[in-house]
């Protein structure tokens, strides 16, 4: 019996991961199809010729080179600023006391139920009156007062042994040094998750980069791909396939690089002390 329940629970998760990956294989396959191909009953599941043709398509219509510059620019930068204010706010958090600090982090938390659509007309004056409007700082900047990150790094923060730290300072470190040298070496897994979660909201940002970024050669690629082939009566689906395969090639880089540091991160972050 336990050798027939073994093999239903393999089958399951065999037909459930069919079920997930069977539309990212169709998306790559098809952007190399032509839209004939694709269209046809049934469509055409296999590799096809026109790879080439599809993307000299792609970049007539959009700055393809300059849109993923954009994304990875954006994304890159964003990724290491959070990963270094988050671990320090969650490390003061979890191993500092000092006045208020329980009133802080309930504030912080509070903020994750304020919906983020609510923060745009208020961020977009701000960045008008900075001028700062139509640049890569007022795309990252304010996407870093992000209350999930911290909350994160603090849950994991709060199961790093103290006497580790007490050992730093007795050895002469500074506290910086301790940060650096000691903390942030022994939570790779807590930043890998971050990692992974930070970079992909940036990557898939859609709606504030449209709102403050003004000009096309500024566009990311998530705005680039919705300006793209808007006829509605004459869509070169291969094309629009084509670019969504690119745009999701580095999301599952970043999450095949860091898959082992994301479950052990988040599985770290559910423990208390």
């Known amino acids: 019996m336990k050798s027939i329940g073994k093999i239903l629970s393999y089958m ?3 037909l459930a991961a069919f079920v997930s990956l069977f539309p990212f294989y169709f998306m790559f396959v ?4 032509t839209n004939t191909e694709i269209l046809s009953v049934p469509p055409k599941l296999s590799i096809g010729t026109a790879l080439f043709e599809n993307f000299a398509i792609l970049n007539e219509k959009m700055n ?8 990875v ?7 290491l600023l959070a990963v270094l204010l988050f671990s320090a706010a969650g490390y003061a958090l979890a191993k500092y006391d ?8 309930a504030f912080i938390m509070g903020s994750m139920m304020i919906p ?3 923060m745009y007309v208020p961020l977009f004056e701000m960045m008008i009156k900075m001028q700062m409007t139509d640049t890569y700082s007022s795309v990252i900047l304010p996407m870093l007062a992000n209350a999930f990150g911290i909350f994160l790094m603090r849950q994991n923060m709060l199961e790093f042994p103290t006497a580790l730290i007490e050992a730093g300072r007795i050895d002469g470190l500074s506290e910086s040094g301790i ?27 859609f709606m504030w980069p449209l709102i403050v970024l003004g000009s096309e050669e500024k566009y990311t690629l998530p705005i680039a791909l919705a300006m793209l082939d808007g006829n509605p009566t004459n869509k070169n689906y291969a094309v629009i396939l084509l670019a969504a395969s690119i745009a999701t090639v580095p ?3 970043i999450f095949m690089i860091f898959q082992k540091q994301f479950v052990q991160g988040v599985m770290g972050g559910a423990v208390k002390e």
Do not use: D, E, H
């Open 116 to 118: 983020a659509v609510v």
């Open 251 to 253: 999301i599952l880089a």
């Open 64 to 71: 393809i080179a300059m849109s993923i510059f954009n994304s």
């Open 179 to 205: 940060f650096f040298r000691i903390v942030l070496p022994n939570v790779k897994p807590a930043i890998g998750a971050l990692v992974i979660y930070m970079f992909t909201s940036m990557w898939n940002n």
């Open 12 to 14: 399951i998760l065999i």
């Open 98 to 105: 000092f006045k208020g600090k329980n009133l802080i982090f």
């Open 73 to 79: 620019f954006i994304s890159v930068v964003y990724t």
């Open 30 to 33: 098809s952007g190399t199809n």
